[in-house]
C-alpha cells in the first residue's frame, strides 16, 4: 500500500493523451504501474532524488554501450526562407552519410564530408571574400544522440515538471540545465524518462558554449526500444531560425537525421553457421532424373543472376538495402500488373527491394528494380509508384544488363564506406531515353493508364523542386530522376493537371517520411498505416519537405527469447 507520504496525482484526459499534476510534495515521485518489465523490477523509487540518481547511471552505462555501437548514421539538411503565401520554402539542402563511430578512431563516411572532433560545435563560420559562409559539421550532428558524454549530477540542476505519455510510454519529464561553473558543450533542455528502468527516451534542447565562430543547434533526439531493455536513438530532428554567433549572418534551416543497422554484426556474423541444421544421409536423395547441364542461354541467364545476387547481398550486408519485407511485395504488385497486361514473359522473373536511403533515386540492379526509401516516401499514390517501376522495368524489357564482372564474389571486398565509389548501376542517356519510351508504351497498356495524370503532376513538382533540392534529388547509385531542366518520363508533363501550389486538395507529392517505417534494429521497413490527415492551409503540403519526428514509442517484452541486457561493452571492437 502506497506510503501517506507519497505525493498523491490526478489524471486529466485531453485527446487521447494523460498528464499527471503533483501535490504540493514535489520532492516525492509516484512508484511506476506495476507491469512487464525489460529488466528485472528496479527497487522502489521514492524521492526526485533518487530518480535523477537511477537516470544518471542508466545514462553512463548507456554512453559506454553506444562507443561499441556503429549503425549508420544519415542527416539531411534543407536550408529555408520565409515565403509569404507558403510560410516557409528550402533553398537549398545538403546531405550527409557514414557510419556512426562515438570513439572516434575510425573515419567511416560513405559520402565526402570536411571531418571535425565530435565534440566540437555543430557549425562553424568561415570568412571568404569578407562575407560570412556556413559550413555545417556532419559529426555534430552525430554528437546529438549523447545527452553529455559525462552525464554528471555535479555539473546539471534537474527540475521535475510533469509525468506524460510518449506512445504507450509513461514518462517522467524532467528539466535539466548546467551550472554555471560546469563548461561549455553541457545540455540545457528537457528530458523524458520512462518509469519502469528510467532510460532516457527523448531529449529537447541544446548544448550550451556558442561563440562568434561556432555554434551549437536545437536539437529533439528521440530513442527507441529496440531490444528488451534496450533504448538506442533511432530519429533527431533540428531547426534553426535565428543569427547565431553574434554575426550578421542569420541561419535558418530543419534536418532530419535517422540511425539505422544496429544489428548488421549480428545478422552477418558467422555465428550464423551453428544454426544450420543437417539432413540425416536417409533424407536426402540426388536428383537424376531429368537432370542436365543447362544450354548456353540458360547459362548466360544464371551467371547474369548470380552477379545480381552478390550485389543485393553486398548491399544488404552493409545496410543500404533492406531484407525482403512487405514493401517488396507492394512493389511486387505493381511489377506484375504491369508486366501481365502486357503479356511479358521475362526470365529470371523480375524482383524488387527498397533502398534504405533518403535521396530520390531508383535503378535496376540485373532484374531487380530498387527505389529508395526517400522516394517511396513522396510518392503520393500507386499510379506514380508504377510510373517510377515502369522505368526501370523498361530497362529490363530492353536487355540493359548488369556487368557481369560481379559475378566473382571477390569483387565484393571492399569497406562498407566505399560503396559509393565502387558501384554504379547508371545508365547512359541513350538507354535512359528508350527506357522513358519503353515506359510510356507499358503505362498505356496497364490499369495505371487512367491515372497517369498523377504521375506528371508528380513529376512536375520533382522538376520545380530539383533547383534547390541537388542533393535530395541527387542519386548515389543510379540515374537522377531531375538534371538541369529535364526530368525522367517527361512525356506524362504534357497530360498532368497544372501544378497548383495553393489548392489544398492537389498532392503532388508527400513530405518525407509519409510513407515508409525502418526499424533500426533489423533494417526491416513497412508501410505507415496512418489515416489521411484533412489540410487546414497550402503551407502544410510540405511537398519532398523535412518535417518533425512524432514516433509512437512501446516497449518490448522481457518475454523475447532473444532477451538483450543494457551492459557495459568490452572494448574490443
Request: net charge negative; proline share 6%.
Amino acid at each position: 500500500m502506497r506510503s501517506p507520504r507519497t505525493a498523491l496525482f490526478a489524471v486529466i484526459t485531453v485527446l487521447g493523451l494523460s498528464f499527471w499534476a503533483f501535490s504540493q510534495d514535489t520532492n516525492r515521485v509516484p512508484a511506476p504501474a506495476p507491469g512487464i518489465l525489460s529488466q528485472p523490477p528496479a527497487p522502489a523509487v521514492g524521492s526526485f532524488d533518487e530518480v535523477v540518481a537511477r537516470v544518471l547511471e542508466r545514462e553512463r552505462v548507456f554512453n559506454q554501450q553506444i562507443r561499441s555501437l556503429h549503425p549508420l548514421i544519415e542527416t539531411y539538411i534543407q536550408n529555408l526562407k520565409d515565403n509569404d503565401e507558403m510560410g516557409v520554402v528550402p533553398v537549398s539542402d545538403q546531405y550527409f552519410l557514414s557510419r556512426l563511430d562515438i570513439a572516434g578512431d575510425k573515419d567511416e563516411r560513405f559520402l565526402s564530408s570536411h571531418p571535425h572532433p565530435l565534440r566540437s560545435a555543430l557549425m562553424s563560420f568561415s570568412k571568404v571574400s569578407s562575407l560570412y559562409a556556413v559550413r555545417f559539421l556532419p559529426l555534430g550532428f552525430a554528437q546529438m544522440v549523447l545527452i553529455d558524454d559525462d552525464f554528471q549530477r555535479q555539473d546539471y540542476n534537474f527540475s521535475y515538471v510533469r509525468r506524460e505519455f510518449l506512445g504507450e510510454i509513461r514518462c517522467l519529464v524532467i528539466d535539466v540545465q548546467p551550472r554555471k561553473d560546469a563548461g561549455k558543450g553541457r545540455f540545457v533542455g528537457r528530458i523524458w524518462v520512462e518509469d519502469q528502468d528510467y532510460n532516457v527516451v527523448r531529449f529537447n534542447g541544446t548544448y550550451s558554449g556558442s561563440s562568434r565562430r561556432s555554434s551549437y543547434f536545437h536539437f529533439d533526439t528521440w530513442r527507441v526500444n529496440m531490444r528488451p531493455g534496450v533504448w538506442l536513438p533511432a530519429y533527431i530532428y533540428s531547426e534553426e531560425s535565428e543569427d547565431q554567433g553574434r554575426l550578421s549572418r542569420s541561419v535558418h534551416f530543419k534536418a532530419q537525421t535517422r540511425l539505422w543497422g544496429y544489428d548488421l554484426q549480428h545478422m552477418n556474423s558467422n555465428d550464423s553457421f551453428t544454426e544450420i541444421l543437417v539432413d540425416s544421409p536417409q533424407s536426402v536423395h540426388d536428383q537424376t532424373v531429368g537432370s542436365q547441364d543447362a544450354t548456353p542461354v540458360e547459362s548466360q541467364r544464371l551467371w547474369e543472376r548470380e552477379a545480381e545476387d552478390n550485389v543485393l547481398e553486398r548491399l544488404q550486408k552493409s545496410g543500404l538495402i533492406a531484407p525482403e519485407g512487405e514493401i517488396d511485395k507492394v512493389m511486387q504488385t505493381v511489377v506484375n500488373n504491369l508486366i501481365v497486361t502486357n503479356n511479358l514473359n521475362i526470365q529470371p522473373e523480375v524482383r524488387a527491394r527498397v533502398l534504405l536511403t533518403t535521396p530520390l533515386e531508383s535503378f535496376t540492379i540485373g532484374h531487380t528494380i530498387v527505389l529508395s526509401r526517400g522516394l517511396l516516401d513522396t510518392l503520393p499514390d500507386e499510379a506514380c509508384l508504377a510510373t517510377i517501376v515502369a522505368h526501370e522495368l523498361g530497362h529490363i524489357v530492353l536487355g540493359h544488363r548488369l556487368d557481369t564482372k560481379l559475378a566473382f564474389n571477390d569483387r565484393m571486398f571492399f569497406p562498407d564506406e566505399q560503396t559509393f565509389r565502387r558501384m554504379d548501376f547508371s545508365r547512359d542517356d541513350a538507354q535512359e531515353q528508350a527506357a522513358d519510351a519503353k515506359a510510356v508504351e507499358l503505362l498505356e497498356k496497364s490499369p495505371y493508364k487512367d491515372r497517369l495524370g498523377n504521375a506528371g503532376l508528380f513529376l512536375k513538382s520533382l522538376q520545380a523542386h530539383s533547383p534547390e533540392l541537388k542533393n535530395l534529388i541527387r542519386a548515389h547509385l543510379g540515374n537522377s530522376l531531375a538534371k538541369s531542366d529535364a526530368v525522367r518520363m517527361s512525356a506524362l508533363l504534357n497530360s498532368a493537371p497544372q501544378l497548383e501550389p495553393r489548392k489544398t486538395d492537389q498532392i503532388a507529392a508527400l513530405p518525407l517520411g509519409g510513407r515508409v517505417k525502418l526499424d533500426p534494429w533489423t533494417n526491416q521497413v513497412e508501410l505507415v498505416k496512418a489515416k489521411p490527415v484533412s489540410l487546414t492551409s497550402a503551407r502544410e503540403k510540405m511537398p519532398f519537405e523535412i518535417t518533425p519526428f512524432f514516433p509512437y514509442l512501446t516497449r518490448m517484452s522481457t518475454m523475447s527469447t532473444d532477451k538483450v541486457a543494457l551492459t557495459a561493452p568490452s572494448k574490443e571492437r
